[in-house]
């Protein structure tokens, strides 16, 4: 089962186990819906300013291997091996992707901060 729009892992698992009981309630043979755990989650965030996609590009494969190709998708995307994560940036937010633990987020927010630049810098 997928949820959308969960502030935290929590209320996403409790959100979970409500849906599970409904169904349940409604289709009695079915079991086995239980011992929920989240899997991932995907974190998004709203920049302040618009990055300019193609310098922060040039600093990310200093110490990443960043890939960006406008003519398919306009995101750049950064893979965090260490984190097992995937980050993608556009020109005012960004997602973080396959976050199993909140601390993982944070950290690949805290690798990737520092190396934006803005537009007008």
Request: charged share 30%; hydrophobic share 45%; net charge positive.
């Amino acid at each position: 089962m997928v949820v959308v729009g969960a502030r935290s892992a929590s209320s996403a698992r409790s959100t979970l186990r409500a849906v599970a009981r409904r169904i349940q309630r409604v289709l009695r043979d079915v079991r086995g819906l239980e011992g929920f755990r989240v899997v991932h989650t995907v974190w998004s965030f709203k920049m302040r300013r618009a990055i300019d996609r193609v310098r922060t590009y040039e600093r990310l494969c200093e110490r990443f291997f960043p890939s960006y190709e406008p003519e398919i998708n306009t995101a750049l995307t950064v893979p965090l091996e260490d984190l097992r994560v995937k980050a993608c940036l556009h020109k005012r937010s960004g997602a973080v992707f396959g976050v199993k633990r909140d601390r993982d987020a944070y950290l690949a927010l805290q690798l990737i901060a520092p190396l934006l630049v803005y537009v007008g810098e």
